[in-house]
């Protein structure tokens, strides 16, 4: 069991800057591929970008390729998501998600564990 608790969402204006954290507790980090989704309200959980844990590679939805990027600290097992140039459709719950193992999944059914989400606002 693996438990992950996200943090630093907020209110945040068109055009600018925030980086989510999420922590992990439970057992051993390494070797869990992590991942961030995010559902606005009326919608199905998306995936946002992950990072995987043998090489720290990450891969990105479209949408936000080029403006939000993963990283992650294994030492401190925490996981990061900077997200830069926000636009106001960016505004969701965003959700950090494990998955044990070296692949490189997108859809929900492909993670184990989640956290409870947090909030992002961005304001036009």
């Known amino acids: 069991q693996i438990q992950l608790v996200e943090s630093g969402g907020g209110l945040v204006q068109a055009g600018g800057s925030l980086k989510l954290s999420c922590a992990a507790s439970?057992?051993?980090?390494?070797?869990?591929?992590m991942g961030w989704f995010r559902q606005a309200p009326g919608t199905e959980r998306e995936f946002v970008g992950g990072?995987?844990?043998?090489?720290?590679?990450?891969y990105y939805a479209d949408s936000v390729k080029g403006r939000f990027t993963i990283s992650r600290a294994n030492a401190k097992n925490l996981v990061y998501l900077q997200m830069n140039s926000l636009k106001p459709e960016d505004t969701a719950v965003y959700y950090c998600?494990?998955?044990?193992?070296?692949?490189?999944?997108?859809?929900?059914?492909?993670?184990?564990?989640w956290g409870q989400g947090t909030q992002v606002t961005v304001s036009s």
């Open positions: 998600a494990a998955r044990f193992g070296v692949a490189t999944p997108r859809r929900v059914s492909e993670f184990t564990f």
């Open positions: 439970g057992r051993a980090f390494s070797g869990y591929t």
């Open positions: 990072i995987t844990w043998i090489d720290t590679s990450t």
